[in-house]
């Protein structure tokens, strides 16, 4: 298999992820009290929304690079 057709194999799997879970979440740690020897920190859960045009647009051009790839030049 050509690696332009295992990229868009790529593409259209991460493409259906984004559609399918429509962003990550993620934890960070970030202090929040810091009185010399005293500290204190708090996880905190920060979400990062992927628009669906994302997901298509990742398909639309994973199924571009298939076909493509799979082509024969001659």
């Given at each position: 298999?050509?690696?332009?057709?295992?990229?868009?194999?790529?593409?259209?799997?991460?493409?259906?992820?984004?559609?399918?879970?429509?962003?990550?979440?993620?934890?960070?740690?970030?202090?929040?009290?810091?009185?010399?020897?005293?500290?204190?920190?708090?996880?905190?859960?920060?979400?990062?929304?992927?628009?669906?045009?994302?997901?298509?647009?990742?398909?639309?051009?994973?199924?571009?690079?298939?076909?493509?790839?799979g082509?024969?030049?001659?």
């Amino acid at each position: 298999m050509k690696p332009v057709a295992i990229l868009g194999i790529v593409l259209i799997v991460l493409g259906i992820g984004a559609l399918v879970y429509q962003g990550f979440t993620y934890t960070t740690r970030e202090k929040v009290l810091d009185l010399g020897p005293l500290q204190a920190t708090a996880e905190r859960q920060k979400t990062v929304p992927l628009p669906p045009i994302v997901g298509i647009v990742a398909v639309v051009a994973g199924v571009a690079l298939v076909i493509a790839g799979g082509r024969k030049r001659g």
